[in-house]
């Protein structure tokens, strides 16, 4: 960590990213609320009339032409998959999971959390398509379960903040390769091939010292993403790859940047001003070079991560939810509910969520292995266990790649969002409920 960064300057930073993931959670409530009203009203025939609108993209012969829904979850959530990739990169790096000691719990914990909701699912679908569903309870959802432990949790430690979202990165990361590995359809490889030299390509831009965000994109959306589109291996993958070609070290050192800064800043007081409110030719010249020097002391991967957050939160996570949390409940629900689809995704989620993450953290603390975060303890794990089962933006993710009958993919669908909901829930009132503990012993104390 550079040393000019103070301990509450990185509190300060790491709780404003909290507050970010605060209000994403709450613009995805609201879009799920409004898909479930339209598609539930007398208008939902524009909502499926929308979701299917073919939309094209062409270049003198070459044509793509797909349907909204389809650009939605094969197109924009690539890029929410780059911003899950920027994220594993840096924490990687430097972050919270560059440190074996301190990662190995929520990494461990993890694990759990998507290994038994896996084998509570195979359980009750062991044959037939309803089978490829497995991989559905395996997700976490970050931006919705951090938004409800900052609702309930204002005064809970910083450090079991940062134990959820560690365990939900590692859980990105999981549902990244189970889509990678098992959710792929036939694979042409000359199409694989073109993709893997278009990756090949960024990584050695990144070793060459390019720095552009602009070659980046370029090639990874014309390139790797086209041809991973093509090739039958899920266009988002296209996204990680990207993101890990993407160079994390700045240009110039911290010293260098420091003593460039100042000299800059030395030259610009020297500098006589001219009359009126313009600047004059050379002070503009020292601000460019000020500009210069900042953006090369900056990592692009931060700045990339840092340009994509806000539109993935605000724009194309609510794009998701509104093109696929849209069910028209129909028949009976009780019915739907209690097939073996349902039961497999609702009780891996609720119950395999909370029993993996939380019996996993038990023995590694047990076998010395870990220990837990500073002033965290148990009952609060146990909340984060159920916090782990809010699986919505990527349980429905993987829906659409498991299923193509709708009987199924609508029984996914209502079982995810009340799940979802169950295991949230149940999740808050724990964590306030220990919230609540807390201040009394505190206040007796004092």
């Not at 799920?32 to 094209?56: C, D, R």
């Not at 929520?106 to 089978?131: D, K, Q, R």
């Not at 951090?146 to 990361?173: E, N, Q, W, Y």
């Amino acid at each position: 960590m550079p040393s000019h960064y103070s301990n509450n300057s990185i509190m300060k930073f790491f709780g404003s990213s909290i507050k970010r993931l605060h209000n994403y959670g709450i613009v995805l409530f609201i879009t799920v609320v409004i898909a479930m009203v339209w598609a539930n009203s007398p208008w939902k025939g524009y909502y499926v009339g929308l979701m299917q609108t073919e939309f094209a993209f062409s270049v003198g012969t070459f044509q793509l032409s797909e349907s909204l829904l389809l650009w939605i979850n094969d197109g924009l959530m690539a890029l929410f998959f780059m911003q899950v990739g920027l994220e594993l990169k840096r924490e990687i790096i430097g972050g919270k999971l560059s440190s074996p000691k301190d990662a190995i719990l929520p990494i461990g914990a993890a694990i759990g959390g998507m290994v038994l909701p896996a084998l509570i699912y195979f359980m009750f679908n062991n044959s037939g398509e309803a089978s490829n569903g497995w991989g559905i309870p395996m997700a976490t959802d970050i931006a919705f379960s951090l938004g409800v432990l900052a609702l309930v949790g204002k005064r809970l430690p910083s450090t079991l903040r940062v134990f959820l979202i560690t365990l939900a990165i590692v859980d990105d990361l999981g549902g990244v390769l189970v889509i990678a590995l098992f959710y792929t359809s036939g694979i042409s490889q000359m199409d694989l091939l073109h993709g893997l030299l278009f990756f090949a390509a960024l990584i050695i831009g990144n070793y060459a010292g390019v720095r552009s965000t602009w070659f980046y994109a370029i090639i990874g959306s014309g390139g790797v993403w086209l041809a991973f589109f093509f090739s039958g291996v899920h266009p988002t993958i296209a996204g990680i790859l990207t993101a890990f070609a993407i160079p994390g070290r700045v240009k110039i050192k911290e010293t260098t940047f420091l003593e460039r800064l100042d000299r800059l800043h030395k030259r610009f007081q020297e500098t006589k001003s001219i009359k009126g409110t313009l600047i004059s030719k050379t002070q503009l010249e020292i601000l460019e070079d000020i500009k210069t020097a900042s953006s090369e002391a900056e990592t692009p991967l931060q700045k990339l991560e840092r340009t994509l957050n806000p539109i993935v939160g605000f724009v194309i996570l609510p794009l998701f939810a509104l093109a696929n949390a849209g069910i028209h409940l129909h028949g009976d629900l009780l019915k739907v509910l209690s097939s073996p689809v349902s039961l497999g995704i609702g009780l891996g989620l609720i119950f395999g969520k909370f029993i993996g993450i939380t019996a996993f953290s038990r023995l590694l603390v047990a076998f010395k292995l870990a220990k837990l975060p500073e002033n965290v303890n148990w009952k609060m794990i146990y909340g984060i266990g159920f916090l782990g089962g809010i699986g919505f933006t990527m349980s429905l993710f993987i829906t659409e790649l498991a299923f193509t009958d709708e009987s199924l993919i609508f029984a996914a669908k209502v079982s995810i969002l009340f799940a979802s909901l169950t295991a949230g829930v149940m999740g808050a009132l724990l964590l306030y409920r220990n919230r609540k503990q807390l201040r009394t012993v505190k206040h007796k104390r004092t």
